[in-house]
């Protein structure tokens, strides 16, 4: 069955402006989580969502949002964006929540550029 | 505060011999450890986990130990082949609701041929 998509793949943005990307999971499944990766820092929790309902956050700034639709598809926003936003942001999908399925399907990722 | 921690950013190691890739955690309510191996542009694909009753899991040429009194596991590879070349992440869980996978910075395993 076809894997976690992701899109765009790759995107530059200026400072100030604002960026949605979005996650299809595989098929079934009902969570979505989003994770940012920067070299220093590995890979970070932003949030999860499960039933259209934001389940759990990390510790990001408001300008980081995100949403889940009734077909489980999920989109990710940040605002006012900073150089410090350049980052792979990676979506992963899991049957039940991730708390309980403990091992995620990730996708291939978003390249976020920002100059 | 990094709860999980990978103080190796690489390892290089010869074809057919052993990798070892280790992890230490701080946060004592972990109970489920994971591992992810990642090709670049590639997403983070699972490797092998290791539940916090057992002290050893394996799969294939993959093995994970876990040492809870030390708060140490480590990921085994025998033999090593150079596609096991990627970045190696640990992770680690305390299940539940507030469930969130805790990811250490990972460590770049070269295999040479």
């Known amino acids: 069955k076809a894997g976690v998509t992701q899109t765009p793949r790759y995107l530059i943005k200026t400072r100030g402006q604002q960026v949605t990307l979005s996650c299809s999971p595989i098929?079934?499944?009902?969570?979505v989580s989003w994770y940012q990766q920067t070299p220093g820092q590995g890979l970070q929790f932003l949030f999860e969502y499960f039933s259209e309902t934001q389940r759990n956050k990390g510790n990001f700034p408001g300008r980081f949002s995100g949403r889940q639709f009734s077909n489980s598809r999920s989109e990710m926003n940040v605002s006012t964006l900073e150089l410090g936003d350049s980052a792979l942001y990676l979506c992963a999908s899991s049957f039940q929540l991730a708390g309980v399925a403990r091992e995620l399907f990730f996708g291939e990722g978003s390249r976020l550029t920002v100059l | 505060d990094q709860q999980v921690k990978q103080n190796s950013p690489s390892l290089s190691v010869q074809e057919g011999r052993i990798s070892i890739l280790n992890c230490d955690y701080t946060?004592?309510?972990?109970?489920?450890f994971l591992w992810y191996k990642k090709y670049p542009a590639e997403g983070p694909t699972f490797l092998i986990s290791i539940s916090s009753i057992k002290d050893k899991n394996e799969d294939g040429r993959f093995t994970v130990f876990l040492n809870k009194s030390a708060k140490h596991l480590s990921l085994h590879i025998v033999p090593s082949q150079p596609g096991d070349s990627a970045v190696y992440f640990c992770a680690a869980s305390s299940g539940g609701s507030n469930y969130k996978l805790t990811f250490g910075k990972g460590t770049l395993l070269t295999v040479n041929p």
């Open positions: 946060n004592s309510m972990f109970d489920y």
């Open positions: 098929s079934g499944h009902r969570s």
